[in-house]
Each structure stands twice: as C-alpha cells, then as structure tokens.
C-alpha cells in the first residue's frame, strides 16, 4: 500500500516506475493476490455511485429542493449534454448506461487525487479494458438490434459511395477502424491519461521527497519543496484531466452507438 | 525496468498487460450491476418526475390558454353588445329625427288648415253678415224710402225750402238713429 517512499530507507534513489502500478494482496496470507487496492477501489466507488445515485432519485419532486437540484444537474449534463446531444431520439434507451459509465469513471478517476486512495483505478489497464469492452458490445449491440446482424455489417463496412474497386481496400480498414480501432483506442486514451498523470505525480512527489530529505544539502531541500509544490499543482490539473477522461470515454460511446443505430444516409 | 514480472510472454506489453484477469472481470461486473441500477432505479424515478414536472407546465399552459380564451370571448361580446348598442342608439337617433320631421310636417300640415279653417270661417261669418246686412239694409232702406217719400208727400211739394228741411231732418235722424245703433 504504501508508494514511492521505499526507496528512501536503502538509503538510494530509484525512480517511481510502472512497479508502482503494481500491488500485492491488501491482506496478504488472508486474501489472495487479486484482491489488492484497485479491486477494493473499483468496489468502493461502484458502492458510492450506487448508492449515491438510489438515495438521489428517491423521493423525487416536481419541486426541487437544493440537494435535488444539485442531482438533476448532475443528471441533465450526462442525459441533456450527452445522451440526448448525440443520440437524440433514441438516447432513453442508452441513458443508464452513459450514466453508470461517467459517474463510475469519475469517482475512480477523482481516486487519483483523494486522501486513503491516491491512486486512480484506471491505470490498471485491466479495468480500461473491461470497459472498452463492455462500450464495444453495447455500440455493436446497438446496431445489431436495430438493423440485423446482415444489414448493420454491411452499413458499418461499406460506406456510401465507394466505387466497387475499392471495396477490397475499403472493407478491412472500415473493420479494423470501426471494430478493433475503436475499443483499442478507447482504453488506452484512458488508461495512458491516468497512468502517465499519475506518473507524473509520483516523480513530483517522490524526487521532491528524496530531495527534501537529502542531508548537508540545502538546494536539494529548496529544490524538493519546489518540486513539492509542483506536485500538488500537476494534481490540480490531474483532477480536471480524471473529469475530462471520464467524459471523453462516455462521449465517445455515445458516438459510436449513434453511428452504429444511424441509417443508411 | 523491472517489467520480468510478465513471465511467458512471447511479447512484453509492460503495463499495457492486466495484472490479473480479476481487474478485467470486476471492472465488467461492476459496470453492469450499476447499469442495472441506473436502469431499474435511477433513470426511471428521474423520466418520471421530468414527465410530471413537464404535464405540470403543460398543465398550467393550457390553463393560461383556456383563461385567454374566455378573456377574449368575454371581450369580443364586450365589443359586439357595445357596437350593437351604438347601432341601436343610432337608430334611434334617426327615427326621432324621422318622427320630429313628421311631427313638424303634420303640425305645419294642421296649422295651415286650421288657419284655413279659420278664414274659411271667417270669410263665411264676413259673408253671412254682409247678406244679413244687405237683407237688413234692404228692408231698411225700403222703409226708409218709404216714410221719405210719405213725408215729402205729407209735406207740401211747391214748397222746396219746406222739402229741403224735411230732406234735411230726415238724414239727421238718419244719422241719430245710425249713432244709436
């Protein structure tokens, strides 16, 4: 559990890395290896959002009281700027899903930067997949229901217009761009963003640590307060970039799904 | 780097490899559970109360419509009594200056006769009273002349002083008995 701070008591200096990413057992001999930080991060925040989300839409009323409000802010910008921007007609269907994909990926991503946790969940690239995974049935999904299996190959496939010689070249590219691109992309973006963020954060803090603590040298100890400082700086950033991920994922989702379920132009 | 930990690997993905398959399942399971949880809880408790919040609006809109209607309907009978009344009072107007023509005429109408009337009557009255008078007069003067004539016959007739008097005294008495009357 502990990060980064390891290095000091062998008394050298040795860079945080992507070990950093990696943890054993919370309770090591009780539980297994799995069972380890991020696992009972992702438990927690999947907890909070359920749980905030329940209470929140009990006892709704026509009138909103302060805290109602506050939710149906939270809820109009994932339902109105989102779900019904890029979906439009259709986004009801699609709603709880953009929903439970920004809020999860928010609080995880906000983890980053929140005492106890100070880890996003997210630069475990398991869980970046699990979601592009999850994104990619429900946009392949989305079309399959709505066209047939047939009928939505060929719309996804073969664009409007091509010239029949070129539907050799065309179709493999439309393929790997519409069904391995798309998924790839969208776990990395994630999983990149949060990894090298909190990266970033480690060689801030860390190198600020080791050098604050350096003995009979006093521009290293100014040098580590400043690279402190720094540190909490680029964590102010991370927080907007964690916000700015989360809704890039459940944009991007909901722009595939809107081209999957699109007719024939 | 220490990155061996990835024993076996034919290509060495770093940290782009899951740690554990567990990562992949949790993040999975957990999205699903809550897509159930938004589908089933949230996403209706909050369609439901933007329906009622909307009909509400709605509601009230077309309550607002409903009162204009009546206001404008109240306001158009308003109009249509207030024109009909003017028309009427128009009417009005112009059968009184109908009728006080009429009147006028037949009073002018009624006036002239009766002044016809009255010198109709008058001229008859003027007419008896001259014929009266010339069968008075007639009979008069017939008696008249004849007392003269008896008295200048009485009287001697050589005697033309004596007849002038006579004549002379006569039309005296004339004249008296003309003052008298």
Not at chain 1, 131 to 139: L, N, R
Request: aromatic content about 14%.
């Amino acid at each position: 559990m502990t990060i980064g701070l390891v290095p000091l008591e062998s008394g050298g200096y040795s860079p945080p890395g992507t070990h950093d990413f990696e943890f054993g057992s919370i309770w090591p001999g009780v539980f297994p290896d799995w069972v380890n930080k991020p696992l009972v991060q992702a438990l927690i925040a999947f907890a909070l959002v359920a749980l905030v989300w329940y209470l929140a839409s009990r006892k709704l009323k026509v009138q909103p009281t302060k805290r109602q409000f506050a939710f149906e802010y939270l809820y109009e910008f994932v339902r109105n700027g989102i779900a019904r921007d890029i979906l439009q007609s259709e986004y009801r269907r699609f709603l709880p899903y953009l929903l439970a994909l920004f809020f999860f990926l928010l609080i995880n991503n906000w983890f980053g930067q929140f005492f106890l946790f100070m880890f996003p969940t997210f630069s475990n690239i398991g869980y970046a997949y699990a979601f592009a995974i999850m994104s990619w049935f429900v946009y392949v999904g989305a079309g399959v229901a709505k066209f047939g299996f047939g009928r939505f190959m060929k719309q996804s496939l073969i664009p409007e217009g091509v010239p029949g010689y070129l539907l050799p070249i065309v179709i493999p590219l439309e393929f790997l761009a519409t069904f391995i691109t798309r998924p790839v992309t969208l776990a990395l973006r994630l999983f990149a963003n949060l990894f090298a963020g909190h990266l970033v954060v480690l060689v801030f803090i860390v190198g600020g640590g080791f050098l604050v603590t350096y003995q009979d040298n006093l521009f290293y100890n100014f040098a580590g307060g400043a690279s402190f400082i720094f540190g909490l700086i680029v964590m102010l950033l991370e927080l907007f970039l964690g916000a700015l991920q989360a809704y890039i994922f459940t944009v991007l989702t909901a722009q595939y799904v809107s081209t999957s379920i699109a007719e024939a132009h | 780097m220490d990155t061996t930990i990835w024993v076996g690997q034919a290509i060495d993905l770093g940290p782009l490899l899951p740690h554990y398959l567990s990562e992949l399942i949790a993040g999975a399971v957990l999205l699903l559970i809550l897509y159930v949880i938004m589908r089933k809880a949230v996403v209706p408790a909050f369609e439901k109360m933007y329906e009622e919040r909307s009909s509400k609006i709605e509601g009230g809109m077309q309550r607002a419509a409903v009162a204009e209607a009546k206001a404008e309907a109240a306001l158009a009978q308003y109009q249509d009594q207030l024109s009909e009344a003017r028309e009427e009072a128009a009417k009005i107007r112009e059968d009184a200056k109908n009728q006080s023509a009429q009147i006028l005429a037949e009073a002018r109408d009624r006036a002239a006769k009766e002044s016809d009337r009255i010198l109709e009557s008058g001229r008859q009255q003027l007419a008896a009273e001259r014929t009266q008078l010339v069968v008075e007069l007639r009979g008069e003067v017939g008696g008249i002349a004849t007392s003269l004539a008896g008295k200048i016959v009485g009287e001697s007739l050589d005697d033309d002083a004596r007849a002038l008097r006579t004549v002379d005294r006569f039309l005296a008495e004339l004249e008296q008995a003309g003052q008298t009357r």
